[in-house]
C-alpha cells in the first residue's frame, strides 16, 4: 500500500517529467513541430550597393552630396525590373572588393572592368558597358601614343586597368608612376603641373576634358590598349542574386531603356559607340 510520502515522490516526478516535455520545443496543433523561419532572400530585403562616388559621369556625389551617375541609373533600372531594392552606399576603391567578399555590400557598380583575376573572387554579370584606356596629356605635349609615356610621370587610380597597363610599361616599382584614390585628383594633378600624363577609362577621361576646359588637356588613344567591359559583381555564388540583375539587365536593354540612359550620358547610342570603339582599335 502507498503510503503518503511515496504518493507525493510520485507527484514530483511526474510534474519534472512534465516540465521537461515542455522544454523540447513547442508543437503545433498536427503535433509537429513548427519549422524554421526561411533564411531573407534578396528579393526581400535592401540590398547594399557599393560605389566609389568619384568617377562622373557614372558615380559621383552631386550638391546635395546625393550619390548620381550612369551607374546608379541603370542599377535602380535593372532593379525595378528585377523587383529589388537597394541602397548606395559610397565605398572607397582600395577597399570595395573585399567589402563584396566579407558581405558588407551585397552589390557593386563602379565602373568594373570584368578580368580573369577579378573572376576568381567574385561573379559579373553581363557586360553593361565597352570601356578601353585613354590618356589625358596638356594640350602642347608632344605625346603621340602610350609608348611615349615610358619615361615621363603618369598619374593612375590605384588598383584600376589603367594602373595595371602603366605598371608594364614601366615596371610595377617604377617611381614615375603616381598613384591616387581616385582618377579626378590624378587629372587634377596633372592639371598643376605634377604629371606629364593621366591613364584612364575613356569615359571618365572625356567627362573631366569636356567639363574642364580650362585645364586644357588632350587625349591620346593607343591601338595597344586593350578593349574592356564593365560588369556588376554580386559575391562569389551567389547564383540568385546574379541571375536577377541579368534578367533585369535584358530587360532594360531590350525594352529600350539602357539606350535613354547611354544617351542622356554619352549623348549617343551604344551601339554607335561600341562601333566606334572597335573601329579605333
Request: with cysteine.
Amino acid at each position: 500500500m502507498t503510503t503518503l510520502l511515496a504518493r507525493r515522490h510520485i507527484l514530483a516526478a511526474a510534474l519534472l517529467s512534465s516540465l521537461a516535455l515542455a522544454g523540447c520545443g513547442k508543437k503545433d496543433a498536427t503535433g509537429s513541430a513548427p519549422a524554421a523561419s526561411a533564411p531573407t532572400t534578396a528579393s526581400a530585403r535592401v540590398l547594399a550597393v557599393g560605389t566609389d562616388a568619384a568617377y562622373a559621369p557614372f558615380e559621383s556625389q552631386n550638391e546635395k552630396g546625393e550619390i548620381v551617375g550612369f551607374d546608379i541609373d541603370v542599377v535602380k533600372a535593372v532593379a525595378a525590373k528585377a523587383g529589388l531594392e537597394v541602397k548606395f552606399v559610397n565605398t572607397p576603391w582600395e577597399g570595395i572588393f573585399n567589402a563584396l567578399n566579407q558581405g558588407d555590400r551585397d552589390l557593386l557598380v563602379s565602373a568594373i572592368t570584368i578580368t580573369d583575376q577579378r573572376k576568381q573572387t567574385m561573379d559579373f554579370s553581363s557586360p553593361y558597358f565597352d570601356a578601353v584606356q585613354l590618356i589625358a596629356v596638356k594640350a602642347d605635349a608632344k605625346v603621340a601614343k602610350f609608348d611615349d609615356l615610358k619615361p615621363l610621370k603618369v598619374g593612375v587610380q590605384t588598383g584600376t586597368t589603367g594602373d595595371e597597363a602603366v605598371s608594364k610599361l614601366q615596371g610595377k616599382t617604377s617611381t614615375n608612376i603616381k598613384r591616387f584614390e581616385s582618377t579626378p585628383l590624378a587629372l587634377k594633378e596633372l592639371e598643376a603641373g605634377g604629371l606629364d600624363a593621366v591613364v584612364a577609362d575613356n569615359g571618365v577621361v572625356i567627362n573631366y576634358v569636356a567639363n574642364n576646359a580650362g585645364a586644357k588637356f588632350k587625349t591620346v588613344s593607343d591601338t595597344s590598349f586593350t578593349p574592356e567591359q564593365y560588369g556588376l559583381a554580386v559575391k562569389k555564388g551567389n547564383a540568385e542574386l546574379l541571375a536577377k540583375v541579368n534578367k533585369g539587365l535584358a530587360d532594360i536593354k531590350s525594352d529600350g531603356t539602357y539606350d535613354n540612359l547611354y544617351k542622356k550620358y554619352f549623348g549617343t547610342a551604344a551601339a554607335a559607340a561600341s562601333a566606334a570603339s572597335a573601329a579605333s582599335k
